[in-house]
């Protein structure tokens, strides 16, 4: 399997449903917003919509990823 480029991984993260609406980065479950976060660097685009993400939700970054490890 072909591994996405950041930006690719971003834009995927980030398309919403066509039915709900509801963008995929909303939908997946930590454990495995975790595995891609551990795929990419640090600093990258990804990681930061990943964080993002979790600070929306009320909760560190590292918190999650502590939990999903």
Do not use: F
Not at 38 to 67: F, H, Q, W
């Amino acid at each position: 399997m072909k591994t996405k480029t950041a930006k690719e991984m971003v834009e995927w993260l980030m398309v919403k449903n066509r039915r709900t609406g509801i963008r995929r980065i909303e939908i997946l479950g930590w454990r495995r917003l975790g595995a891609i976060y551990d795929m990419y660097k640090p600093g990258s685009a990804v990681r930061k919509a990943i964080n993002r993400e979790a600070r929306r939700c009320g909760y560190t970054p590292s918190t999650i990823l502590t939990l999903n490890a």
